[in-house]
């Protein structure tokens, strides 16, 4: 494997509210500390990363000048899928902007080898006002593709995206689930060396996210192109990536393997340690929710059950900031065709849309017995926000057996068709014997 991707001593600063320095003495001044390799002699003695901490300490120190980012070092093989994690303002973006070259480093520098497609926000390298059709080809010719090669990859893409009734149509009016599933379609499809994604698939449906992801595996296993991808999803990061960057304050402060790097990454972010222990491995966080556990139980068990005992399908979740029509549930699904049997929030029998205060949640949805048959069924978790589009389901699942003991006549031994086996209540009477009629 051939190193694709190598990051020297990147720094990135900034100007707060200020486009330049505003005097032609420090632009002189950072130009020759940069040609010479040195610190920018602008930047006060001292001050920490985005001003936060200095002020915090009431250290009185103040600066007009903030690194975004600070010596970050890396290199990425060929056919590597790499996670970078952070907090809002840890320089995520900032960092993906400068190896797409949509921005310069303030100091080191970036070997690319290869094609770069990025799809960095909602849209990204699209005109308005051209139709789906003309930006893919739009987007082809930027990355140097001929009419030749796109016209070989066009079906493709657009089956992929989803939006064939309104290709001809300009992107302008697309809805941003839309926006973000072409967009995709066309980095992922128009062969680039390397692939780089931020956390626009949150945009996209719980299918699309599924289908995203798993194109992003082809590309990289099958076809040995390099993937950065940024998340705040961290089961979709430990199902996605081989390797975990964080991101703190604009500084690399871990370079790993991914399941030890969500645990440091999700402990850093625990506001309720005096409740959870510091092993806690949390299944999905965000700026608004994390789901502490999942789990599903009949007696004790939590993968075997009988069809004529009721089970539980219990949750676990923390709720950082008051919210507004916060719901969480579950598809059950048949794990034999993949038929969503159906789909149940535990806000469902709730008049109107209400309000979810902060606070550590348990919810449990009540299975009643004699419902479903002899098989296996899949439980995938569901989390959604009224008025936003927010789905895990397919992220996170369990799969559990049911077994009949004692419930529906096993004298006929035949599976009989359909997924689910309620028990009915029959009654039967002779109305008429034989010889009378």
Request: one cysteine or more; hydrophobic letters at 40%.
């Amino acid at each position: 494997m051939s190193t694709v991707i190598q990051v020297e001593n990147i720094s990135k600063q900034y100007r707060l509210g200020i486009v330049g320095t505003n005097t032609i003495k420090d632009d002189v001044s950072r130009l020759w500390a940069r040609l010479r390799g040195k610190e920018d002699p602008t930047l006060k003695i001292g001050v920490e990363n985005m001003l936060a901490k200095s002020q915090s300490e009431n250290t009185g120190l103040r600066s007009d000048y903030v690194w975004a980012l600070k010596d970050i070092n890396f290199s990425l093989e060929q056919g590597e899928i790499l996670g970078i994690i952070g907090k809002n303002g840890a320089g995520k973006s900032t960092l993906l902007k400068i190896l797409s070259k949509v921005t310069a480093p303030t100091t080191g520098k970036v070997k690319v080898k290869g094609r770069i497609a990025s799809l960095l926000e909602v849209g990204t390298g699209f005109h308005p006002e051209l139709s789906g059709r003309e930006n893919i080809f739009l987007n082809g010719a930027i990355l140097g593709m001929t009419k030749t090669e796109i016209r070989s990859k066009f079906d493709e893409i657009v089956d992929f995206s989803g939006v064939e009734n309104y290709i001809d149509t300009p992107v302008k009016r697309y809805s941003s689930g839309m926006y973000v599933r072409l967009a995709f379609a066309v980095a992922a499809h128009l062969d680039p060396e390397i692939l780089i994604v931020d956390e626009v698939l949150a945009v996209g449906d719980a299918e699309f996210q599924k289908k995203a992801l798993g194109k992003m595996k082809d590309v990289s296993g099958g076809q040995g192109r390099t993937v950065l991808f940024v998340s705040h999803n961290m089961a979709a990061i430990e199902n996605l990536c081989a390797r975990l960057i964080i991101l703190n304050n604009g500084a690399l402060s871990y370079d790993s393997e991914v399941t030890t790097g969500i645990k440091k990454y999700l402990n850093s972010l625990n506001v309720y340690k005096e409740f959870i222990p510091e092993s806690k491995e949390f299944l999905f966080t965000d700026d608004l929710f994390t789901l502490l556990n999942f789990e599903i139980r009949q007696n004790g068990k939590n993968d075997n059950f009988s069809i004529t005992d009721e089970f539980e399908i219990i949750y676990k979740y923390i709720i950082k900031k008051e919210v507004l029509g916060f719901r969480i549930g579950f598809d059950l699904i048949d794990n034999i065709n993949g038929m969503t049997i159906f789909r149940s929030y535990h806000d469902e029998n709730n008049k109107e849309i209400t309000s979810v205060k902060a606070g550590i949640y348990c919810s449990i949805a009540q299975i009643p017995p004699n419902i479903l048959m002899e098989g296996t069924y899949v439980i995938n978790v569901c989390v959604g926000i009224h008025s936003k589009k927010w789905i895990i389901s397919d992220m996170i699942k369990k799969q559990f057996t049911t077994y009949n003991i004692g419930g529906i006549n096993k004298i006929y031994a035949d599976k009989r068709p359909g997924v689910i086996m309620p028990k009915i209540e029959w009654q039967s009477k002779l109305e008429f014997y034989e010889n009378n009629i």
